[in-house]
Nanobody, 121 residues
Framework: QVQLVESGGGLVQAGGSLRLSCAAS????????MGWFRQGPGKEREFVAGITWSGSNTRYVDSVKGRFTISRDNAKKTMYLQMNSLKAEDTAVYYC??????????????WGQGTQVTVSS
């Protein structure tokens, strides 16, 4: 099994920045495709960003392109989401997830508990 723990959420003003971290407990972290999802109030969960095991390929939902950057440090078993130019629409619970699939769009098998990000407008 693998456990994922998110951190770095909080309250930030519109236009500000926030960096989320996801720490994994598994010994084979480098073999997982990793991703960030979010669920806003009254909304369904949506894919935000994903990254392959080597970090060579990334994918973002259109609404965050140019503002968010996903990265990973396999040595530290940690994934990051740098969020800049935050908007009120970014307010959501952000979830870290891991996939045993071969692509970023493959199903995700493991999930963290989530961290709240609130952007004041």
């Amino acid at each position: 099994q693998v456990q994922l723990v998110e951190s770095g959420g909080g309250l930030v003003q519109a236009g500000g920045s926030l960096r989320l971290s996801c720490a994994a407990s598994g010994r084979t972290f480098s073999s997982y495709i990793m991703g960030w999802f979010r669920q806003g109030p009254g909304k369904e969960r949506e894919f935000v960003a994903g990254i392959t095991w080597s970090g060579s390929n990334t994918r973002y939902v259109d609404s965050v392109k140019g503002r968010f950057t996903i990265s990973r440090d396999n040595a530290k078993k940690t994934m990051y989401l740098q969020m800049n130019s935050l908007k009120a629409e970014d307010t959501a619970v952000y979830y870290c997830a891991a996939s045993t699939g071969r692509t970023i769009l493959s199903p995700y098998d493991y999930w963290g508990q989530g961290t709240q990000v609130t952007v004041s407008s």
